[in-house]
């Protein structure tokens, strides 16, 4: 008989105890070992049965031990310390309270979160990222306050049929059972928000809050008596359900989130945020809440668009259009239409937003309503999570901003980062702090790096791979007994793997542009690698495909199938349910990390930097953050096959080359020991990968180039724009229209040049002047700029450089002369043309409003080559 509810009753701690409570509910202990020490020592046993989840200890242990605790002065003396440090650590400056004026507060916004295994609302790459985020944020200091949604099942639990495969499971969570507590009213009520929804529904949710050392995490929860039965289960599971369930349940995290913001800052006191992050597009509805807001304070919409878009930061971490929520616009409308319409906000000005460029039928109809259109209309500074994945994002989005280079398309990049306490192993973190302590500190003198004993590195790699070696064991028998196969069969688990071998980690998520099966190309040479008795190499994998990913499934199976022959099931494993928890193991004990995705299909992948940081060397094709980081000796770079237009012909190709990689220089190098049996040209690359990689992986680098680079900016914007009853928005939101209006009478009348003669040499400079007709604007509206340089075989301007026209006095006509000079600072072909832009102190970029005007002929570029 199957219970009707599932709660936790949580134990009582003796008055003594009461400041294991707030340890508990601080999520900080799980990246801050000496917590977890003592949660350990309140009943070990305990401890490794519960999975190292604090709130199930304090379940599960018996009241005895804990009158036992209560009298135990020692524990109690690490029990007073340990609470004084998170005091300590909540209230002390940090590096962001020594800004001058960053935001009072970030609102961020996630559809997960991978804080810690004890916590599973997450399913993958940009879950984690975004716990991270947070947990960098939390020692740095920055405000942020995190929202997301309370999955009652989570993501899904992973384990293989007999077949091998994938099956799925969804564990009831309760969130009495979790690190959460509920935010109430002064009266002691939950805090509720509501939305509305078509036919006179309502959708309500409670508000869980995760407190993430110094963050506040918002997690919004719609199992509520108050919901009929299909608003209960809005939240009922993570990536789940049809297209109406998506758009609810990316309805609930922005417009619910904001409104649970506001709630939060009532009751707590907490600053409002003055920047809001939207991390990828399905939190893109923050933005329309917003603007609800204020079009209900007596802004227009265009004054209100300003308001947000100034105060907004958006980051899109996908390079490929099917990553991308698309929903038919019809049902937006239905949504913020009919019954359900908000008065101040038009539904059409709504799915304008959300319009593909190209997705407009013959009557103007736009048929798609695409999350992360919307989400950059309504964002005035876009960022991709990589240098190369902002050129691809680029690139996606171009026809945003028609007749704008490419390079001129304002989506910019910031590189993500791991947060270290979280990733790497403690006896790296260990030996760190005791030789390198600035590095720990301070984050600072990675070049001593090199001073670390290579006998002490070699040691700590073995007790890493020792420790993965044993737990491995352990998840593969167990995986095989779910599976069917009996005790008696399954002797030969406790040799699988080898403490002492070439250990190659690949886990990640499976769409099939990361290749989970690249490595099974040409199996015998695989098995060769594997088998090979001097230089054998052994591969661990894990990765979960979407529930709905039939073709996923079916790549695991592959690698399950290949894993299970007799003869290698020693030398390469699959372990289901891949997690946090199954992930720290892997990125600490693997010597070296292999990604062969599809370039340029990585947006960014971060598996590689938590490897790095434990020691490990990568092995992965050039995409993603390898891209820009590998240097030719902090590891190995696959090559790959571009141009090869045969899909199958390219991973051939690439597989071959991987296969090179490892037998000639990967596995090489590990076994080549010197007498004193250690890898010494293996540790010069371990050493120069932690001292190379190490400032750039972190993700208090990634959050200090958003404090820089987007929030303050984005702050000082917004203060602009809303100051004086948000006059500038007002009086910016009416430039913006004026010059839209008016942008049909701008026009390159000509172009002349002077002061090369007939022969341009280099170094020469060169006379221009544009006149142009400036219609019912000003010089001031306007940038005239001259682009030139290199040009390419059909007279295109290749990577060309802008010089900014000085403008003259316009006369009767209306046309204004713009005059400047070019440098001839190349030899070869070279070229230049005029453009003219709308130009305000309050744009982000030129390409801002998507207007420019070049000339009409084809001769308004002039073409030479210089000597």
Known sequence: MRAIRRFTVRTVLPAELAPLGELVQNL?????????????????????????????????????????LARDRRFLRRLADAADDLREYMTAPRWYQTLPSGPAAIGYFSPEYGIAAAL????????????????????????????????????????????????EHYPSLDPGGLPLSLLKEEDGTPSRIRIGLPGGRTLHAQIWVAQVGRIPLLLLDSDVADNDTAARDVTDRLYGGGGDHRLMQELLLGIGGVRALRAYCRITGHAEPEVFHTNEGHAGFLGLERIRELTEARLSFDEALEAVRAGTVFTTHTPVPAGIDR?????????????????????????????????????????????????????????????????????????????????????????????????????????????????????????????????????????????????????????????????????????????????????????????????????????????????????????????????????????VKFADMEDVRHRIVFLPDYDMALGQLLVQGCDVWMNNPLRPLEACGTSGMKAALNGGLNLSIRDGWWDEWYDGTNGWAIPTADGVTDPDRRDELEAAALYDLIEREVADRFYDRAADGLPRRWLEMVKH????????????????????????????????????????????????????????????????????????????TME????????????????????????????????????????????????????????????????????VVPHHPLMASPAELGLITVPEEPAGMTNGTLR
């Open 28 to 68: 900080r202990w799980s990246w801050h070992p000496e917590t977890m020490d003592l949660f350990a020592d309140v009943d070990p046993d305990v401890w490794e049965r519960v999975g190292h989840d604090p709130v199930a200890l304090l379940g599960a242990v018996a009241a005895d031990r804990l009158r036992e």
């Open 120 to 167: 599973p609302q997450y399913s993958g790459g940009l879950g984690i990222l975004a716990g991270d985020h947070l947990k960098a944020a939390s020692d740095l200091g920055v405000p942020i306050l995190g929202v997301g949604l309370l999955y009652r099942h989570g993501y899904f639990s992973q384990s293989l049929s007999p077949e091998g495969w994938q099956q």
């Open 327 to 559: 929903f038919p616009a019809e049902m937006i409308g239905r949504q913020f239409g009919g019954d359900n319409a908000w008065p101040t906000v038009d539904v059409d000005r709504i799915l304008e937003l959300g319009a593909e460029p190209e997705a407009a039928d013959g009557d103007g109809e736009k048929a798609v309503f695409n999350m992360a259109v919307m989400g950059m209309r309504l964002a005035q500074r876009v960022n991709g999570v990589s240098v190369l994945h902002g050129e691809v994002s680029r690139e996606m989005f171009q026809g945003l901003w028609p007749g704008f280079d490419l390079s001129e398309v304002p989506i910019g990049s910031i590189t993500n980062g791991v947060h270290a306490p979280t990733w790497v192993g403690r006896e790296v973190m260990e030996l760190a702090g005791k030789e390198l302590p600035t590095l720990v500190d301070r984050t600072q003198g990675w070049d001593s790096v090199q001073k670390l004993s290579e006998g002490d590195i070699w040691t700590i790699r073995g007790q890493l791979r020792g420790r993965l070696v044993e737990d491995a064991r352990k998840r593969l028998r167990r995986s095989w007994r779910e599976r069917g196969a009996s005790e008696a069969e399954l002797g030969w688990t406790d040799e699988a793997l080898d403490p002492g071998v070439l250990t190659i980690g690949f886990a990640r998520r499976v769409p099939s542009y990361k290749r989970l099966t690249l490595m099974l190309s040409d199996p015998d040479r695989l098995r060769d690698l594997l088998l090979d008795p001097e230089k054998p190499v052994q591969i661990l994998i894990a990765g979960k495909a979407h529930p709905a990913d039939e073709g996923g499934k079916k790549l695991i199976q592959q690698i």
């Open 689 to 764: 990968t932690l001292s190379s990689l190490g400032p750039k992986v972190l993700a208090g680098r990634m959050l200090r180039d958003y404090v820089i680079e987007l929030y303050a900016p984005a702050a000082d914007s917004a203060r602009t724009l809303s100051a004086d009853h948000y006059h500038g928005a007002k009086s910016f939101a009416a430039w913006k229209l004026r010059v839209s209006q008016a942008w049909p009478g701008i026009r390159v009348e000509h172009v002349e040049t002077s002061g090369i003669g007939d022969t341009p040499e280099l170094g020469a």
């Open 768 to 835: 221009i002047t544009a006149t142009i007709a400036l219609g019912d604007l000003s010089p001031e509206d306007i940038h005239v700029q001259s682009g030139y340089g290199r040009v390419g075989p059909h007279d295109e301007l290749i990577d060309p450089t802008y010089v900014t026209l000085t403008a003259g006095p316009p006369g009767d006509d209306g046309r204004a002369p713009f005059t400047g000079t070019i440098p001839l600072d190349r030899t070869g072909a070279f070229g230049y043309s005029v453009r």
